[in-house]
């Protein structure tokens, strides 16, 4: 899990969320206000899209498998 690690990190633009990541803690993109693109396989957005607000989903690039 990686919590709020992120939280209110106001200069990420971009992420990318390997894999291995099964688990987000809740909000752990709020107040990202330059976030422009979250970056996954389809696989990892299955394990984690509860996590993830509407807000934020709608910035998700999915990965060519």
Do not use: W
Request: charged share 30%; hydrophobic share 30%; glycine share 2%.
């Amino acid at each position: 899990s990686t919590n709020n690690r992120y939280r209110c990190c106001k200069s990420l633009e971009e992420i990318n969320i390997p894999d291995s990541i099964t688990n987000l803690g809740e909000n752990v993109f709020e107040k990202c206000n330059s976030l422009k693109r979250i970056i996954m396989s389809k696989a990892t957005y299955v394990h984690i899209k509860d996590a993830l607000t509407r807000d934020v989903q709608q910035k998700i690039i999915f990965k060519q498998e």
